[in-house]
Each structure stands twice: as C-alpha cells, then as structure tokens.
C-alpha cells in the first residue's frame, strides 16, 4: 500500500516551458487536491477533483489545469511555465463523505519545481 | 470568508520544554479541526484531528481541544524531543468536497 505518489520529486524548467505533475493512491479514494506550499503561505488549494470526471477551481488556479484521468489519478500541468510558478506541489487524497469526519486528507511526498 | 490563523513561528525549544502553537479559526457551522505536520524534505501526515466541540485529539504525547467558544485548536505537548522539529500546520475542514483551509504553518526547533 504506497498510499499517495507523485512524479517526479524534482523539475526545473525554463520560462514558457510545460510539464504535467503526476500523481496517484491506492486507498480508492474519491477526491483528490493539488496544492501549491510557499514560504509563510502554508497550503494553496489549486484544484480539486471532488469525485472521478468532475474538476473544480480552488484558492489558486490561474496558470494551471488539471486532469481526473481515472479514480487513482489527478495530473497538475503547468501549460506555460512562470517564475511565479516556482513552489513544492503536494497532491492529496480523502474519502470525501456525507459525514464531516471524512475530510482527512492524505499527502503525497510532494514535487519541488523551480522555474528559471 | 473560512480563515485559519497560527501562532507565527520559528518557535526554538530545548528538549524537554512545554510545547504550545496557539491556532485559531474563523467559519460558519461546527468544522472538523486538524494539526498536520511536515517532517523536513517530506509531505504531511496527519498528527491529529477533533471533529466536534470539546474533542481532545491526541497523538505521539501531543494534544489538541476543539474549543468552540473561543474558535481555538491549540497544540500541546509537555515534553518535546529532537525529533519534534518539523513544520506544524493548523487546518479546518467542512463539508464542502473535503476541502481543507491550511494556516501558515509554525516552523519548531528543539535543541539537545
């Protein structure tokens, strides 16, 4: 049981460049979150994907899209890379419910991207 | 709008020092409460969560009230360790697709 992965652990891109964040679980969750940690920031919300085929806009979207390609998987891509854009990025998953005891999440051990 | 405010770090500790990081929220309806923390180069784990008023979540000698009258979750922990060093992160959930809000995160160091 891996619980959340994400690919790759490092990127550096130039500007105006494109690459997509992977990432996957295993505990047959039905949301899962992209989030952006910057310095003093704490967590971002960049999008989220309540269940599989439905994606929604969080905090911080702009620059981004994002792809439920299956239950297991929620890719992040950056279309046109942006200095600004330089952060860590943590994919989370929870078993999102009617019950409010459900919005543990789990994290993955997260991308570090640098963008020149 | 849903906010979460944390005590502003770096909080710098000797081992077996009295650990408290204070949190506060702002939302509508009874949310569930979290501490999350980051080990350095890793991603969160949950350290520990209440889902209603006057829960104690507890975990590894930490221990957080859900006090819904003063909209606080602060963290504690008697006796805190070298290992204990790692960003500590504050967070709020409802029932909206699971969602969480994140406080800034409190950075903590415990020297020998």
């Known amino acids: 049981n891996a619980g959340v992965t994400q690919t790759p652990k490092f990127q550096v891109l130039k500007t105006g460049q494109s690459m997509t964040l992977q990432c996957a679980q295993d505990?047959?969750?039905?949301?899962m979150y992209w989030y952006r940690q910057d310095p003093g920031m704490g967590l971002r919300l960049i999008y989220y994907?309540?269940?599989?085929?439905?994606?929604d806009k969080g905090e911080v979207p702009n620059g981004y899209n994002v792809s439920r390609l299956n239950k297991r998987e929620f890719s992040l891509r950056l279309e046109s890379a942006a200095p600004s854009q330089t952060s860590v990025y943590f994919c989370a998953s929870s078993e999102y419910g009617q019950s409010v005891a459900y919005n543990e999440q789990y994290f993955g051990p997260g991308t570090r991207l640098t963008v020149t | 709008g849903n906010s979460v405010t944390q005590m502003e770090g770096p909080v710098t500790l000797s081992e077996e020092a009295f650990l408290t990081i204070n949190c506060t929220y702002t939302?509508?309806?009874?949310?569930?409460l979290f501490w999350y923390v980051q080990y350095p180069g890793e991603g969160l784990q949950l350290l520990l969560k209440?889902?209603?008023?006057?829960d104690k979540g507890s975990n590894k000698g930490f221990e957080a009230t859900y006090r819904k009258e003063t909209t606080s979750f602060h963290l504690e922990k008697g006796s805190v360790q070298v290992s204990d060093s790692a960003v500590y992160f504050c967070a709020f959930g409802g029932t909206s697709y699971g969602k969480l809000t994140f406080g800034q995160g409190t950075i903590l160091t415990v020297h020998p």
């Open positions: 209440a889902t209603k008023a006057d």
């Open positions: 505990m047959n969750h039905n949301s």
């Open positions: 939302a509508t309806g009874y949310p569930s």
């Open positions: 994907s309540a269940s599989e085929g439905t994606t």
